[in-house]
Protein backbone atom coordinates (compact mmCIF):
# COMPACT_ATOMS: atom_id res chain seq x y z
CA UNK A 1 0.00 0.00 0.00
CA UNK A 2 1.07 3.52 -0.86
CA UNK A 3 0.30 6.93 -2.15
CA UNK A 4 1.42 6.23 -5.75
CA UNK A 5 -0.90 3.35 -6.07
CA UNK A 6 -3.37 3.81 -9.27
CA UNK A 7 -6.72 3.31 -7.91
CA UNK A 8 -9.76 2.70 -10.27
CA UNK A 9 -13.04 3.17 -9.01
CA UNK A 10 -15.98 1.68 -10.97
CA UNK A 11 -19.30 4.00 -10.66
CA UNK A 12 -19.30 7.38 -9.85
CA UNK A 13 -22.92 7.84 -8.03
CA UNK A 14 -23.25 8.56 -4.26
CA UNK A 15 -20.77 5.80 -3.02
CA UNK A 16 -18.53 5.90 -5.65
CA UNK A 17 -17.97 10.12 -5.92
CA UNK A 18 -17.51 9.75 -1.87
CA UNK A 19 -15.20 7.12 -1.56
CA UNK A 20 -12.88 8.90 -4.67
CA UNK A 21 -13.34 12.32 -2.62
CA UNK A 22 -12.33 10.32 0.57
CA UNK A 23 -9.43 8.39 -1.04
CA UNK A 24 -8.29 12.07 -2.83
CA UNK A 25 -8.04 13.88 0.84
CA UNK A 26 -5.70 10.87 1.72
CA UNK A 27 -3.66 11.92 -1.38
CA UNK A 28 -4.48 8.91 -3.51
CA UNK A 29 -4.56 8.92 -7.31
CA UNK A 30 -8.23 8.59 -8.27
CA UNK A 31 -9.71 7.71 -11.71
CA UNK A 32 -13.16 7.27 -11.58
CA UNK A 33 -15.11 5.88 -14.19
CA UNK A 34 -19.27 6.49 -14.92
CA UNK A 35 -21.31 4.58 -17.76
CA UNK A 36 -23.70 7.14 -17.62
CA UNK A 37 -23.49 10.52 -18.73
CA UNK A 38 -22.59 13.49 -16.34
CA UNK A 39 -25.41 14.03 -14.73
CA UNK A 40 -24.61 17.75 -13.66
CA UNK A 41 -25.41 18.72 -17.19
CA UNK A 42 -27.50 16.09 -18.45
CA UNK A 43 -30.81 15.16 -16.90
CA UNK A 44 -30.81 11.41 -16.08
CA UNK A 45 -33.58 11.08 -13.37
CA UNK A 46 -36.40 10.23 -15.26
CA UNK A 47 -38.35 7.80 -13.30
CA UNK A 48 -35.44 6.69 -11.06
CA UNK A 49 -35.23 7.61 -7.22
CA UNK A 50 -34.35 11.18 -7.48
CA UNK A 51 -34.98 11.92 -3.84
CA UNK A 52 -33.44 9.75 -0.84
CA UNK A 53 -33.72 10.27 2.69
CA UNK A 54 -30.67 11.25 4.39
CA UNK A 55 -29.82 10.84 8.37
CA UNK A 56 -27.03 10.90 10.78
CA UNK A 57 -25.06 7.46 9.60
CA UNK A 58 -25.11 9.78 5.97
CA UNK A 59 -24.21 13.00 7.70
CA UNK A 60 -21.45 11.51 9.68
CA UNK A 61 -19.62 10.04 5.91
CA UNK A 62 -20.37 13.66 4.66
CA UNK A 63 -18.64 15.41 7.72
CA UNK A 64 -15.53 12.88 7.52
CA UNK A 65 -15.44 14.37 4.14
CA UNK A 66 -15.85 18.15 4.57
CA UNK A 67 -18.65 18.44 3.00
CA UNK A 68 -21.93 17.71 5.86
CA UNK A 69 -23.07 21.50 5.88
CA UNK A 70 -23.31 21.89 2.11
CA UNK A 71 -25.47 19.40 1.96
CA UNK A 72 -27.75 20.46 4.47
CA UNK A 73 -28.43 23.29 2.70
CA UNK A 74 -30.22 21.33 -0.09
CA UNK A 75 -32.42 19.30 2.40
CA UNK A 76 -35.71 19.34 3.41
CA UNK A 77 -36.35 18.11 7.20
CA UNK A 78 -38.88 15.77 7.92
CA UNK A 79 -39.77 14.98 11.69
CA UNK A 80 -42.08 12.02 10.98
CA UNK A 81 -44.89 10.06 8.95
CA UNK A 82 -47.76 11.57 7.82
CA UNK A 83 -50.07 8.75 7.07
CA UNK A 84 -53.31 9.14 4.82
CA UNK A 85 -56.71 6.62 4.57
CA UNK A 86 -59.34 5.92 2.31
CA UNK A 87 -61.44 8.79 3.41
CA UNK A 88 -58.72 11.65 3.31
CA UNK A 89 -58.11 11.97 6.57
CA UNK A 90 -54.64 12.32 8.32
CA UNK A 91 -52.40 11.34 11.71
CA UNK A 92 -48.96 12.30 12.36
CA UNK A 93 -46.17 9.81 14.09
CA UNK A 94 -43.36 11.46 14.85
CA UNK A 95 -39.69 9.73 14.07
CA UNK A 96 -38.49 10.45 17.91
CA UNK A 97 -39.76 11.91 20.99
CA UNK A 98 -36.52 13.92 21.19
CA UNK A 99 -36.32 17.59 19.90
CA UNK A 100 -34.01 17.97 16.69
CA UNK A 101 -34.20 14.39 15.28
CA UNK A 102 -35.49 13.91 11.94
CA UNK A 103 -34.44 12.43 8.27
CA UNK A 104 -33.68 14.72 5.26
CA UNK A 105 -35.45 14.40 1.70
CA UNK A 106 -32.50 15.51 -0.45
CA UNK A 107 -32.29 15.57 -4.01
CA UNK A 108 -29.94 12.29 -5.44
CA UNK A 109 -28.56 14.54 -8.14
CA UNK A 110 -28.05 17.38 -6.40
CA UNK A 111 -26.19 15.31 -3.66
CA UNK A 112 -24.30 13.05 -6.27
CA UNK A 113 -23.00 16.81 -8.70
CA UNK A 114 -21.74 18.16 -5.09
CA UNK A 115 -19.83 15.25 -4.68
CA UNK A 116 -18.44 15.45 -7.95
CA UNK A 117 -17.96 19.05 -7.79
CA UNK A 118 -15.11 18.58 -4.46
CA UNK A 119 -14.08 15.50 -5.49
CA UNK A 120 -12.97 17.17 -8.95
CA UNK A 121 -11.31 20.31 -6.70
CA UNK A 122 -8.81 17.51 -5.88
CA UNK A 123 -5.65 17.75 -8.95
CA UNK A 124 -5.13 14.01 -8.07
CA UNK A 125 -8.84 12.69 -9.27
CA UNK A 126 -10.00 12.43 -13.04
CA UNK A 127 -13.59 11.51 -13.80
CA UNK A 128 -14.50 9.44 -16.72
CA UNK A 129 -18.43 9.52 -17.97
CA UNK A 130 -20.28 7.26 -20.75
CA UNK A 131 -17.37 4.85 -19.51
CA UNK A 132 -19.50 1.35 -19.46
CA UNK A 133 -17.71 -1.33 -17.79
CA UNK A 134 -18.12 -4.57 -19.42
CA UNK A 135 -16.00 -6.67 -17.14
CA UNK A 136 -12.70 -6.79 -15.64
CA UNK A 137 -10.25 -9.25 -15.64
CA UNK A 138 -9.66 -9.71 -11.42
CA UNK A 139 -6.54 -11.87 -12.00
CA UNK A 140 -4.79 -9.01 -13.65
CA UNK A 141 -6.52 -5.77 -12.14
CA UNK A 142 -7.75 -4.64 -15.49
CA UNK A 143 -11.21 -3.43 -16.20
CA UNK A 144 -12.63 -3.40 -20.01
CA UNK A 145 -14.55 -0.65 -20.86
CA UNK A 146 -17.11 0.74 -23.81
CA UNK A 147 -17.42 4.30 -24.55
CA UNK A 148 -21.04 5.29 -25.57
CA UNK A 149 -20.32 8.24 -27.72
CA UNK A 150 -17.28 6.86 -29.54
CA UNK A 151 -18.46 3.31 -29.50
CA UNK A 152 -14.57 2.72 -28.56
CA UNK A 153 -13.51 -0.20 -26.23
CA UNK A 154 -10.44 -0.22 -24.15
CA UNK A 155 -8.94 -1.56 -20.56
CA UNK A 156 -7.39 0.09 -17.89
CA UNK A 157 -5.19 -1.53 -15.53
CA UNK A 158 -5.09 -0.49 -12.52
CA UNK A 159 -3.37 -1.50 -8.96
CA UNK A 160 -6.05 -1.33 -7.03
CA UNK A 161 -9.98 -1.47 -8.17
CA UNK A 162 -12.83 -0.58 -6.34
CA UNK A 163 -16.43 -1.53 -7.69
CA UNK A 164 -18.97 0.90 -6.09
CA UNK A 165 -21.20 -0.05 -9.73
CA UNK A 166 -24.56 -0.38 -7.65
CA UNK A 167 -26.65 -3.89 -7.55
CA UNK A 168 -25.83 -4.56 -11.22
CA UNK A 169 -22.23 -4.57 -10.03
CA UNK A 170 -20.22 -5.37 -13.39
CA UNK A 171 -17.08 -6.29 -10.75
CA UNK A 172 -19.39 -8.41 -8.82
CA UNK A 173 -20.38 -10.20 -12.16
CA UNK A 174 -16.64 -10.48 -13.21
CA UNK A 175 -16.64 -12.68 -9.55
CA UNK A 176 -18.56 -14.81 -9.92
CA UNK A 177 -18.24 -15.54 -13.90
CA UNK A 178 -14.66 -15.86 -13.80
CA UNK A 179 -14.30 -18.50 -11.00
CA UNK A 180 -11.40 -18.22 -9.80
CA UNK A 181 -12.47 -18.48 -6.07
CA UNK A 182 -15.51 -19.75 -3.99
CA UNK A 183 -18.01 -16.59 -3.84
CA UNK A 184 -21.87 -16.06 -2.53
CA UNK A 185 -24.00 -14.47 -3.67
CA UNK A 186 -28.11 -13.99 -3.52
CA UNK A 187 -30.56 -11.80 -5.17
CA UNK A 188 -34.01 -11.74 -3.90
CA UNK A 189 -36.54 -9.51 -5.27
CA UNK A 190 -39.83 -8.64 -3.72
CA UNK A 191 -42.96 -9.46 -5.83
CA UNK A 192 -43.62 -5.38 -5.35
CA UNK A 193 -42.43 -2.70 -8.18
CA UNK A 194 -42.68 0.99 -8.10
CA UNK A 195 -43.43 3.28 -10.45
CA UNK A 196 -42.69 7.25 -9.55
CA UNK A 197 -45.15 10.03 -10.07
CA UNK A 198 -45.35 13.80 -9.14
CA UNK A 199 -47.07 16.24 -7.35
CA UNK A 200 -46.24 19.32 -8.73
CA UNK A 201 -45.94 22.53 -6.69
CA UNK A 202 -49.09 25.02 -6.31
CA UNK A 203 -49.03 28.73 -8.76
CA UNK A 204 -47.07 29.99 -5.82
CA UNK A 205 -44.06 27.39 -6.28
CA UNK A 206 -45.16 26.33 -2.66
CA UNK A 207 -46.00 22.82 -1.45
CA UNK A 208 -49.55 21.39 -2.02
CA UNK A 209 -49.59 19.54 1.70
CA UNK A 210 -47.15 19.49 4.28
CA UNK A 211 -43.28 19.37 3.62
CA UNK A 212 -42.53 18.37 7.18
CA UNK A 213 -43.40 15.02 6.86
CA UNK A 214 -42.88 11.95 4.96
CA UNK A 215 -46.38 10.67 3.48
CA UNK A 216 -47.71 7.30 3.19
CA UNK A 217 -51.30 6.07 2.23
CA UNK A 218 -50.90 2.20 3.90
CA UNK A 219 -53.03 0.14 1.93
CA UNK A 220 -52.22 -3.29 3.22
CA UNK A 221 -51.07 -5.12 -0.16
CA UNK A 222 -49.78 -1.61 -1.37
CA UNK A 223 -48.97 1.51 -0.43
CA UNK A 224 -48.07 5.63 -1.94
CA UNK A 225 -45.35 7.06 -0.12
CA UNK A 226 -44.45 11.43 -0.97
CA UNK A 227 -40.98 12.77 -0.38
CA UNK A 228 -41.01 16.80 -0.79
CA UNK A 229 -38.39 18.66 -2.95
CA UNK A 230 -36.77 21.83 -3.41
CA UNK A 231 -39.10 23.20 -5.75
CA UNK A 232 -42.66 22.93 -4.02
CA UNK A 233 -42.98 19.59 -5.67
CA UNK A 234 -43.36 15.89 -4.23
CA UNK A 235 -41.98 12.72 -5.54
CA UNK A 236 -44.17 10.03 -5.39
CA UNK A 237 -43.45 6.80 -5.15
CA UNK A 238 -46.57 3.71 -5.72
CA UNK A 239 -45.05 0.17 -4.23
CA UNK A 240 -47.71 -2.29 -5.98
CA UNK A 241 -47.44 -6.03 -6.81
CA UNK A 242 -46.44 -7.06 -10.20
CA UNK A 243 -49.41 -9.34 -10.53
CA UNK A 244 -51.46 -9.89 -7.16
CA UNK A 245 -54.60 -9.00 -6.24
CA UNK A 246 -57.40 -6.72 -7.72
CA UNK A 247 -54.81 -4.32 -8.74
CA UNK A 248 -51.07 -4.61 -9.63
CA UNK A 249 -48.75 -3.47 -12.30
CA UNK A 250 -49.59 -5.91 -14.84
CA UNK A 251 -53.38 -5.43 -14.96
CA UNK A 252 -52.93 -1.67 -14.56
CA UNK A 253 -52.69 -0.98 -18.41
CA UNK A 254 -55.01 1.31 -19.56
CA UNK A 255 -56.79 5.35 -18.52
CA UNK A 256 -59.72 4.05 -17.28
CA UNK A 257 -58.24 0.97 -14.73
CA UNK A 258 -55.47 3.72 -13.43
CA UNK A 259 -58.16 6.58 -12.67
CA UNK A 260 -60.13 3.47 -10.98
CA UNK A 261 -57.67 2.47 -8.85
CA UNK A 262 -56.51 5.88 -7.67
CA UNK A 263 -59.94 7.21 -7.30
CA UNK A 264 -61.15 4.00 -5.04
CA UNK A 265 -57.39 4.09 -2.84
CA UNK A 266 -56.10 7.64 -3.00
CA UNK A 267 -58.39 10.11 -4.02
CA UNK A 268 -56.82 12.79 -2.15
CA UNK A 269 -53.70 12.04 -3.62
CA UNK A 270 -55.18 12.15 -7.28
CA UNK A 271 -56.73 15.19 -6.73
CA UNK A 272 -53.08 16.56 -6.83
CA UNK A 273 -51.44 14.27 -9.03
CA UNK A 274 -52.83 16.35 -12.79
CA UNK A 275 -50.73 13.99 -14.84
CA UNK A 276 -51.47 10.62 -13.49
CA UNK A 277 -52.30 9.01 -16.78
CA UNK A 278 -49.46 9.86 -18.60
CA UNK A 279 -46.44 9.31 -15.69
CA UNK A 280 -48.40 5.97 -14.79
CA UNK A 281 -47.96 4.84 -18.45
CA UNK A 282 -44.69 6.53 -19.12
CA UNK A 283 -42.98 5.99 -16.25
CA UNK A 284 -41.29 3.05 -15.89
CA UNK A 285 -41.82 0.54 -13.36
CA UNK A 286 -38.86 -0.66 -10.99
CA UNK A 287 -37.65 -4.05 -8.61
CA UNK A 288 -37.24 -4.23 -5.45
CA UNK A 289 -34.43 -6.47 -4.97
CA UNK A 290 -31.99 -7.47 -1.58
CA UNK A 291 -28.65 -8.24 -2.54
CA UNK A 292 -26.14 -10.46 -0.57
CA UNK A 293 -22.76 -11.67 -1.36
CA UNK A 294 -19.37 -12.84 0.10
CA UNK A 295 -16.39 -12.20 -0.22
CA UNK A 296 -16.36 -8.61 -1.00
CA UNK A 297 -12.69 -8.89 -1.97
CA UNK A 298 -10.58 -10.57 -4.22
CA UNK A 299 -6.93 -10.81 -3.09
CA UNK A 300 -4.90 -7.56 -2.66
CA UNK A 301 -7.04 -6.40 -5.82
CA UNK A 302 -10.35 -5.80 -6.14
CA UNK A 303 -13.15 -4.85 -3.65
CA UNK A 304 -17.03 -4.20 -3.49
CA UNK A 305 -18.57 -1.18 -1.86
CA UNK A 306 -22.59 0.01 -1.46
CA UNK A 307 -24.99 -1.30 -3.38
CA UNK A 308 -22.58 -3.58 -5.05
CA UNK A 309 -22.03 -5.14 -2.29
CA UNK A 310 -25.40 -5.13 0.13
CA UNK A 311 -27.99 -3.60 -1.94
CA UNK A 312 -31.06 -3.12 -0.07
CA UNK A 313 -34.89 -2.03 -0.68
CA UNK A 314 -35.91 1.53 0.19
CA UNK A 315 -38.22 0.97 3.25
CA UNK A 316 -36.08 1.84 5.71
CA UNK A 317 -34.24 5.00 4.28
CA UNK A 318 -30.72 3.54 5.31
CA UNK A 319 -29.68 2.34 1.25
CA UNK A 320 -27.83 5.47 0.46
CA UNK A 321 -26.59 5.69 4.51
CA UNK A 322 -25.42 2.14 4.54
CA UNK A 323 -23.88 3.40 1.26
CA UNK A 324 -21.91 6.57 3.06
CA UNK A 325 -21.37 4.55 6.23
CA UNK A 326 -19.24 2.30 4.22
CA UNK A 327 -16.66 4.58 3.34
CA UNK A 328 -16.71 6.01 7.29
CA UNK A 329 -15.69 2.53 8.25
CA UNK A 330 -13.45 1.92 5.37
CA UNK A 331 -11.51 4.98 6.45
CA UNK A 332 -11.33 4.16 9.56
CA UNK A 333 -9.84 0.42 8.87
CA UNK A 334 -7.19 2.71 6.88
CA UNK A 335 -6.43 4.44 9.82
CA UNK A 336 -5.25 1.15 11.18
CA UNK A 337 -1.83 1.31 9.16
CA UNK A 338 -2.34 -2.15 7.98
CA UNK A 339 0.36 -3.91 6.18
CA UNK A 340 -1.66 -4.77 2.57
CA UNK A 341 -4.65 -3.49 0.64
CA UNK A 342 -5.90 -7.66 1.33
CA UNK A 343 -5.48 -7.32 5.08
CA UNK A 344 -7.44 -3.94 4.39
CA UNK A 345 -10.21 -5.80 2.44
CA UNK A 346 -10.17 -8.67 4.69
CA UNK A 347 -10.51 -6.71 7.78
CA UNK A 348 -13.42 -4.21 6.27
CA UNK A 349 -15.49 -7.17 4.96
CA UNK A 350 -15.12 -8.50 8.81
CA UNK A 351 -16.31 -5.90 10.45
CA UNK A 352 -19.16 -4.36 8.37
CA UNK A 353 -20.61 -7.63 6.77
CA UNK A 354 -23.16 -8.38 9.57
CA UNK A 355 -23.89 -4.77 9.98
CA UNK A 356 -25.56 -4.73 6.13
CA UNK A 357 -27.18 -7.97 6.20
CA UNK A 358 -28.77 -6.46 9.44
CA UNK A 359 -29.74 -3.33 7.54
CA UNK A 360 -31.04 -5.22 4.34
CA UNK A 361 -33.14 -7.20 6.91
CA UNK A 362 -34.47 -4.34 9.07
CA UNK A 363 -35.74 -2.99 5.15
CA UNK A 364 -37.67 -5.41 4.27
CA UNK A 365 -39.49 -5.46 7.88
CA UNK A 366 -40.49 -2.00 7.40
CA UNK A 367 -41.94 -2.79 4.11
CA UNK A 368 -44.80 -4.52 6.40
CA UNK A 369 -44.45 -1.80 8.73
CA UNK A 370 -45.31 1.08 6.61
CA UNK A 371 -47.77 -0.55 4.10
CA UNK A 372 -50.07 -1.82 6.69
CA UNK A 373 -49.05 -1.89 10.49
CA UNK A 374 -48.42 1.86 10.58
CA UNK A 375 -51.94 2.09 10.28
CA UNK A 376 -52.83 -0.90 12.89
CA UNK A 377 -54.03 0.14 16.43
CA UNK A 378 -51.52 -1.40 18.56
CA UNK A 379 -48.86 -0.59 16.34
CA UNK A 380 -50.39 3.21 17.18
CA UNK A 381 -49.89 2.56 20.66
CA UNK A 382 -46.72 0.50 20.72
CA UNK A 383 -45.49 4.16 19.13
CA UNK A 384 -47.42 6.49 21.34
CA UNK A 385 -45.64 4.69 23.96
CA UNK A 386 -42.06 4.87 22.68
CA UNK A 387 -42.48 8.79 22.19
CA UNK A 388 -43.24 9.14 25.55
CA UNK A 389 -40.53 7.64 26.98
CA UNK A 390 -37.79 9.06 24.12
CA UNK A 391 -39.77 12.34 25.13
CA UNK A 392 -39.56 11.65 29.14
CA UNK A 393 -36.17 9.87 29.31
CA UNK A 394 -34.12 11.11 26.17
CA UNK A 395 -30.64 9.80 27.08
CA UNK A 396 -32.05 6.06 28.64
CA UNK A 397 -34.74 5.40 26.29
CA UNK A 398 -34.19 4.54 22.27
CA UNK A 399 -36.49 2.94 19.70
CA UNK A 400 -35.41 0.38 17.35
CA UNK A 401 -36.16 3.67 14.43
CA UNK A 402 -33.83 5.75 16.78
CA UNK A 403 -31.46 3.25 17.25
CA UNK A 404 -31.13 2.34 13.24
CA UNK A 405 -31.62 6.11 12.38
CA UNK A 406 -30.82 8.56 14.46
CA UNK A 407 -27.53 6.54 16.50
CA UNK A 408 -24.80 6.65 13.59
CA UNK A 409 -22.06 4.97 16.52
CA UNK A 410 -23.72 1.63 17.19
CA UNK A 411 -23.85 -0.61 14.28
CA UNK A 412 -26.91 -2.09 12.64
CA UNK A 413 -26.81 -5.08 13.61
CA UNK A 414 -26.84 -4.18 17.56
CA UNK A 415 -29.72 -1.95 16.70
CA UNK A 416 -31.36 -4.54 15.06
CA UNK A 417 -31.18 -7.06 17.89
CA UNK A 418 -31.64 -4.64 20.46
CA UNK A 419 -34.60 -2.94 18.85
CA UNK A 420 -36.92 -6.23 18.08
CA UNK A 421 -36.02 -7.16 21.91
CA UNK A 422 -37.62 -3.74 22.81
CA UNK A 423 -40.58 -4.16 20.36
CA UNK A 424 -41.50 -7.49 21.63
CA UNK A 425 -41.66 -6.09 25.12
CA UNK A 426 -43.38 -3.25 24.65
CA UNK A 427 -46.17 -5.64 22.72
CA UNK A 428 -46.25 -7.73 25.72
CA UNK A 429 -46.46 -4.98 28.27
CA UNK A 430 -49.18 -3.59 26.10
CA UNK A 431 -50.78 -7.41 25.58
CA UNK A 432 -50.58 -8.00 29.24
CA UNK A 433 -52.21 -4.57 29.85
CA UNK A 434 -49.52 -2.94 32.15
CA UNK A 435 -49.70 0.17 29.95
CA UNK A 436 -52.03 2.01 27.99
CA UNK A 437 -51.97 5.27 25.87
CA UNK A 438 -54.92 6.72 27.23
CA UNK A 439 -53.72 7.59 30.33
CA UNK A 440 -51.59 10.83 30.71
CA UNK A 441 -48.80 9.09 32.96
CA UNK A 442 -46.37 10.77 35.01
CA UNK A 443 -42.80 10.44 34.70
CA UNK A 444 -42.85 8.28 37.92
CA UNK A 445 -45.75 6.36 36.12
CA UNK A 446 -43.79 6.48 32.77
CA UNK A 447 -40.43 5.24 34.82
CA UNK A 448 -42.16 2.08 36.01
CA UNK A 449 -42.79 1.28 32.37
CA UNK A 450 -39.23 2.45 31.02
CA UNK A 451 -37.90 0.02 34.10
CA UNK A 452 -40.16 -2.58 32.85
CA UNK A 453 -38.95 -2.80 29.49
CA UNK A 454 -35.36 -2.77 30.04
CA UNK A 455 -35.81 -5.71 32.72
CA UNK A 456 -38.14 -7.15 29.60
CA UNK A 457 -35.44 -6.52 27.02
CA UNK A 458 -32.65 -7.78 28.84
CA UNK A 459 -34.62 -11.00 29.41
CA UNK A 460 -35.20 -11.41 25.62
CA UNK A 461 -31.60 -10.69 24.78
CA UNK A 462 -30.51 -13.01 27.09
CA UNK A 463 -32.51 -15.66 25.21
CA UNK A 464 -31.79 -14.85 21.98
CA UNK A 465 -28.37 -15.51 22.66
CA UNK A 466 -28.82 -18.61 23.83
CA UNK A 467 -30.58 -19.98 21.56
CA UNK A 468 -28.13 -18.24 18.99
CA UNK A 469 -30.43 -15.99 17.08
Known sequence: MNRKDKIVIIGAGLCGSLLALRLAQRDYKIELYES??????????????????????????????????QAREICIPMYGRL????????????????????????????????LLNEAEKHENVNIYFNKKCKNVDIENNTAHFKDYKTKEEFSVKADVLFGTDGAG????????????????YSQNYLNHGYKELEIPADKNGEHQISNQHLHIWPRGDFMLIALPNLDGSFTVTLFLSYNEGEFNFENLTSEEKITAFFEKEFPDALAIIPNIKEEFLNNPTGALGTIKCSPWSYQNKTVLLGDAAHAIVPFYGQGMNASFEDVTVFDEILNQDLDSWKTVFKTYEK?????????ADLAIDNFYEMRDHVANPIFKEKRKIEMDLEKTFPTEYFSKYSLVTFNENIGYDNAMK????????????????????????????????????????????????????
Do not use: W
Open 36 to 69: RPDLRTVDISAGRSINLALSDRGFKALRLCGVEE
Open 418 to 469: KGRAQDKALLNLIAGNEVHTHLNMTKEELRVVLEKVIVETNTILEEDKIAGL
Open 351 to 359: VRKQDTDAI
Open 169 to 184: SSLRKSYYLERKFLFS
Open 83 to 114: MHDNAGNTFASNYSGRENEYINSISRGDLNAL
